[in-house]
């Protein structure tokens, strides 16, 4: 259901002025104009509108693409805590969600997470498994990480991935270091 949202703009020498949004618009821009410089903008001031979170497939994918790669941890836990009982089939969004995941310190739930990534196509695969390798190292399962780089070696190709904001390029050769050296984190 589409319904108008009443905007009001709030000076500093008191006034007010309100106004309606379209409808039927997915994108409305407001224009006003004030002799005093604007002090706030409230949605519904009257209050007779519950605001609700989109916490459907659409709404969380929509926020993982707008997260930034880093420094979002607390925010990841959160549309963690909502998707990890959802069927999402984007690899894309529980790749980047255990990513930050991770960057927050969040071992557990990014291994998890990277669990549920789907791997239908081998660079995805490849690239899991190596995350889980690299998790499970940094919570001290030392055997299971080794068994998680076993596996990603078997995957066919020559997958190669880039996480510029840790300085890492992975690829098998970075996944036989592994096998030698556990992963130690950023």
């Given at each position: 259901m589409r319904m108008p949202v009443t905007v009001a703009a709030r000076f500093a020498d008191g006034s007010e002025q309100r106004v309606l949004t379209d409808r039927l618009a997915d994108l409305d821009?407001?224009?006003?104009?004030?002799?005093?410089?604007?002090?706030?903008?409230?949605?519904?001031p009257d209050a007779r509108v519950v605001l609700v979170e989109d916490t459907s497939v659409r709404g969380l994918?929509?926020?993982?693409?707008?997260?930034?790669w880093t420094g979002a941890g607390n925010e990841a836990l959160e549309v963690y805590r909502q998707a990890r009982e959802m069927k999402i089939p984007d690899a894309l969004f529980w790749f980047k969600l255990g990513l930050a995941l991770?960057?927050?310190?969040?071992?557990?739930?990014?291994?998890?997470?990277m669990t549920l990534v789907p791997q239908g196509d081998s660079d995805w695969r490849f690239a899991?498994?190596?995350?889980q390798g690299h998790l499970l190292d940094l919570l001290g399962r030392r055997a299971e990480a080794v068994a998680r780089y076993q596996e990603a070696l078997k995957v066919a190709g020559s997958p190669d991935m880039r996480h510029d904001q840790y300085n890492l390029t992975i690829n098998k050769?970075?996944?036989?270091?592994?096998?030698k050296t556990p992963f130690e984190g950023k």
């Open positions: 821009e407001l224009n006003l104009t004030a002799r005093s410089p604007l002090r706030e903008v409230v949605i519904e994918t929509a926020k993982i693409s707008q997260m930034p991770y960057d927050g310190r969040y071992y557990q739930q990014a291994l998890e997470v899991a498994l190596v995350w050769q970075w996944v036989e270091e592994r096998l």
